[in-house]
Every structure is written in structure tokens, then in C-alpha cells.
């Protein structure tokens, strides 16, 4: 009976603790576009309120119902938020600019459910920056609805993107652009390319995209077209949850029936090989000399799959799928942040006069001579996976962060690339 008590007063507390609202926003300088640390968030209703954290960010749980919070910090003005409306279950984002108290000579009263400017907040920094830089902010790709930065880094002056992934900066190649997340260098995850797969990046999981075009101390050195900075988000402001799938046609290149292919593995459109291309013997096993016609060279040989020559099929549809998600939930001082993305493609590539060229080097004046010249069909099936994950937590003044990024691509061969990052930043 004691039990029993227990649990319903349990699922009282989590009932009760369901129907409160979250109020979570950012405390801003309208000038600088910098946090306000340690700023005032009052509830006049409750006579009872917090203050902004090292990073001007504030949560706090409401009864549902309509409020007055009251913004104030020494040197700015008192600015009080009214008709604040909570619902029960759901994130109010509020963002405020507040202004200092010498500009004003009115006192100003703000009505809304909520306030975002991160446009404005990029025209600051983008004004006060010794770079030359260029961006694309959070709230201009919802509205634009792009939904990976290949496709948002589209609509940056000076900025081109080949192949829906690839950023090219005022027309270099590729080779000449260095990519960077949160202010932190990245390779190349394509052995053939220099800059980082744009693809790979879901834009609800981003806060904004810098694009420096002249160099500074703080930037890597080993770039001359552009650098480009992706910063994501550490602690969402809410939960996230999007999905999407996409197919495309190309008339060159979709549902050819002489489409080349050969039999693979039941597992390579996930981008794996389930075994059916391993060696059929030990890559240390020791082969026979020809010249002796030793009958284990035969047996040896025959071990090959014996087919060659490509198949004729009809191909697909080019596909794509996109999930994912992302919150933060707070535990008293303590706060926790999650976000995850995973990505699909899978592209089919068919070319009906492909041209093959082989060379040979001359050792005396290391030039180079064409020694034979093909003509043929080129068919090419690519299935590339991707995901990208970060945890954030925070505890009054030490933020430690985790991220962890994972990219894998298929085109006949494997390519795997695992790289994992730590932050530690102590203020």
C-alpha cells in the first residue's frame, strides 16, 4: 500500500511538472551584438526571476498563463516584456536587445510572444570584424528552407557550390577554400578534394555560417581563396525534430536501360559490403611461380569470381533522406544540450562517351606521351551516408562540449574517415 502511495504521488509530481511552460531566451547588447552576462530576467507576477549565464542565455519553467518579465542590467535600460503568454508543454523563445540606458530617453514597452534578430546580430559582427567576411544566420535559412549548408552557403555573395556539397570561394577551386567547425580546423573527408562535404551539415542543427574571404592570426594559414566557418548550435533552444526525403531526375542519367553494373552486395546500398568482395584466401597466402605450372596456381585462380564483364540494368532514381533532432533540458544549474543529424544519397552517374586516357613518362625529360586511347560507357553508383552528433553541458562557469562527426562514402571502394573533437573551456 506504501508503494502504491508512492507512485501516485510520483505521477502527480511529473503531471504537475508537465503542465508548466519553459521560457528560454538570450540577453543581448543591441550595439554589439554581444551577451550580457549576469543580466537581470525579473517575473513581476511572482516577484521572483533569475539572471543570464556566462553566455547571456537564461531558462526558467512558468505556470501557464500571461506575464510580465522585466529585463534590467546596470548601464541599460529596464526592458519590460508584457501580455508573455505560456502554454503548457511548449518552449517560449524569447531574445532580447537591450539597449544602454544614456541612449534613451523613454522608457520603451516591447509586446510579443517572442523576439529572434539573428540577421541583425550577423550585420553586427560582420560591421565590427577586421575580416572581410560574409554569412548566412539561422533564422534567414528557415526562412529560405534550405536544408543543408551546401545549400545555404548558395546564397553568399562571392560563393558558388559544386556539386551541391563542394564550396568554391570568389571562383578557386576547391583546393584553395579551408573548412572550419566552430572555429576548429577539419580535413577533407574526400581523398580526391580538399574542402569538406557541405552535405554533411542539416541546417536546423546550425547557428550560422561565416565565410572569411583576407586572412587574421586566429585562421588557419593554409587557404587563399576563402575559409568557411560552420558554427553549431551547443544548446538548442527547443526541441527540434525534422525529416525529409527527396528524389531528383537527371534525363541523361536516370532509368538508362543500358545502365553498367555488376553483382554486389545485398548491403551496398547502405554503403557496407557484407563480404562478398573478400579475398578468397589469406592476403599472406604464397603463390606458386608460373614458370613451374604448379596445378595449386590453378586452384588458386579459380578461387576468383569468375565474372568479369559488366551487366546491363535499369537504374533508379536519384535519392536523399534527412533526419534529425536536437534539445536541452535543464537539471537546476546543471544543463544538458543534444543534437544528432544523419544523412543518405544515393546517386547514379552514366556517361555514354566517357574518353579513358593512359600516359607514360619519359625518365629523361619527365614528359608525358599518350600510349593508348579509349572510348566507352561509364556508369558510376554512389551510396554515402553521413551523421553528425554533439553534447553540450554546463555547470555555472566550466562548459565542457562533445562532438562527435562520422562520414562514410561507397563508390566501388570504401573510404572511412572517424574524427572526434573535445572541447574544455573554462571562463
Excluded: C
Excluded at 41 to 60: C, P, Q, R
Excluded at 272 to 280: E, S
Excluded at 382 to 391: D, E, I, P, T, Y
Amino acid at each position: 500500500m506504501k508503494n502504491l502511495f508512492t507512485l501516485f504521488l510520483v505521477a502527480i509530481s511529473l503531471q504537475l511538472f508537465a503542465q508548466s511552460g519553459t521560457v528560454r531566451g538570450k540577453a543581448i547588447d543591441d550595439e554589439t551584438g554581444e551577451a550580457i552576462m549576469f543580466a537581470n530576467v525579473f517575473i513581476n507576477e511572482l516577484s521572483n526571476g533569475t539572471t543570464t549565464d556566462l553566455d547571456g542565455a537564461y531558462s526558467f519553467d512558468l505556470a501557464p498563463g500571461t506575464y510580465t518579465i522585466t529585463f534590467s542590467y546596470l548601464g541599460y535600460s529596464d526592458l519590460p516584456i508584457s501580455e508573455l503568454v505560456i502554454n503548457a508543454g511548449k518552449v517560449t523563445l524569447l531574445d532580447v536587445r537591450m539597449k544602454e540606458e544614456t541612449e534613451l530617453l523613454d522608457e520603451v514597452v516591447v509586446t510579443a510572444t517572442q523576439m529572434r534578430n539573428t540577421e541583425t546580430a550577423l550585420a553586427t559582427i560582420k560591421q565590427r570584424s577586421v575580416n572581410l567576411i560574409d554569412g548566412v544566420s539561422s533564422s534567414s535559412i528557415k526562412r529560405t528552407g534550405d536544408g543543408n549548408a551546401g545549400e545555404a552557403f548558395r546564397r553568399v555573395t562571392g560563393v558558388s557550390v559544386e556539386g551541391g556539397k563542394h564550396v568554391v570561394v570568389r571562383g578557386l577551386g576547391d583546393r584553395y577554400t579551408k573548412t572550419i567547425l566552430n572555429s576548429v580546423e577539419i580535413p577533407g573527408l574526400d581523398p580526391d578534394r580538399n574542402s569538406v562535404q557541405m552535405d554533411l551539415f542539416p541546417t536546423n542543427l546550425i547557428d550560422n555560417l561565416i565565410v572569411y574571404k583576407t586572412f587574421s592570426p586566429d585562421l588557419p594559414g593554409d587557404f587563399s581563396g576563402g575559409a568557411v566557418n560552420i558554427i553549431t548550435k551547443d544548446f538548442p533552444e527547443k526541441f527540434t525534430f525534422s525529416a525529409s526525403a527527396g528524389v531528383s531526375y537527371n534525363p541523361s542519367m536516370s532509368f538508362k536501360k543500358d545502365f553498367l553494373g555488376y553483382k554486389g552486395s545485398s548491403t551496398d546500398w547502405l554503403g557496407f559490403d557484407n563480404g562478398y568482395r573478400k579475398l578468397p584466401f589469406s592476403k599472406f597466402q604464397d603463390f606458386p611461380d608460373v614458370s613451374k605450372n604448379d596445378p595449386r596456381l590453378t586452384s588458386l585462380t579459380n578461387a576468383f569470381n569468375k565474372e568479369l564483364a559488366a551487366k546491363t540494368t535499369l537504374n533508379d532514381l536519384n535519392k536523399s533522406l534527412s533526419i534529425s533532432v536536437g534539445n536541452q533540458k535543464n537539471f537546476g544549474s546543471h544543463t544538458l544540450g543534444l543534437f544528432a543529424g544523419v544523412n543518405y544519397v544515393e546517386n547514379f552517374n552514366h556517361y555514354e562517351n566517357a574518353i579513358f586516357n593512359e600516359y607514360y613518362r619519359d625518365a629523361n625529360d619527365n614528359s608525358y606521351f599518350q600510349s593508348r586511347k579509349s572510348f566507352g560507357k561509364l556508369s558510376e553508383t554512389v551510396n554515402q551516408w553521413s551523421a553528425l552528433g554533439g553534447l553540450s553541458y554546463t555547470y555555472k562557469t566550466i562548459n565542457l562540449a562533445y562532438r562527435h562527426s562520422m562520414y562514410r562514402v561507397v563508390s566501388k571502394k570504401q573510404v572511412f574517415l572517424l574524427r572526434r573533437i573535445w572541447y574544455l573551456t573554462i571562463l
